[in-house]
């Protein structure tokens, strides 16, 4: 008798799962054809969630998921990156004081891929003829970089820097 209460329970959650499922399937192929004004391709939706999924178990993910702490590390062209983080991030100017630079991988190898956080500032504001300068910094800004040893020490490449995210601070 218990046996089949709970063979009853374990029925109804699959079928409620199911049910969901299926619920959402029709959802999302409903939006699609709402939002882009076309037949779907099933097929092509359900593949391309299957393969989301899936990415996300593989075993380097998992890995990354279970590292705790950055490794910081040091690099010796902090100006040039500075530089480059303030041109591609459109901000007037970056604090090299405040730059954080660390990595996931092992810094022992030659090549590795780093982190790379500081603070932005705005142009300065002008009110009523006056301009006022700050230094209280107004964004912060997260970019990836390829760090390599060099004869100088090591350095991240100004050509493999990318923006992640430039966040708004507000004071």
């Known amino acids: 008798m218990i046996v089949i209460k709970m063979a009853n329970k374990a029925i109804r959650i ?10 959402f399937e029709i959802g999302l192929i409903s939006s699609y054809t709402i939002v882009t004004s076309e037949a779907p391709n099933v097929q092509g939706l359900i593949d ?11 075993p380097e993910k998992v890995n990354e998921m279970l590292i705790k702490d950055p490794t910081p590390v040091n690099i010796t062209n902090k100006k040039d990156i500075a530089l480059r983080m303030e041109d591609l991030s459109k901000v007037d100017g970056v604090n090299v004081d405040s730059m954080n ?7 022992n190898n030659n090549n590795f891929t780093v982190t790379i956080e500081a603070l932005g500032y705005a142009s300065p504001n002008s ?11 107004s964004y912060k800004i997260i970019a990836k970089g390829n760090a390599t040893y060099k004869d100088t020490g090591l350095e991240v490449d100004e050509r493999s820097v990318t923006i992640n995210s430039v966040l708004k601070l507000y004071q």
């Open 101 to 107: 630079v660390t990595t996931y991988e092992d810094a």
């Open 48 to 58: 391309m969630q299957i393969s989301k999924v899936t990415g996300i178990f593989t």
């Open 127 to 137: 009110t009523s003829g006056q301009i006022v300068i700050s230094q209280t910094p």
């Open 14 to 23: 699959i079928l409620i799962i199911v049910l969901f499922i299926i619920f």
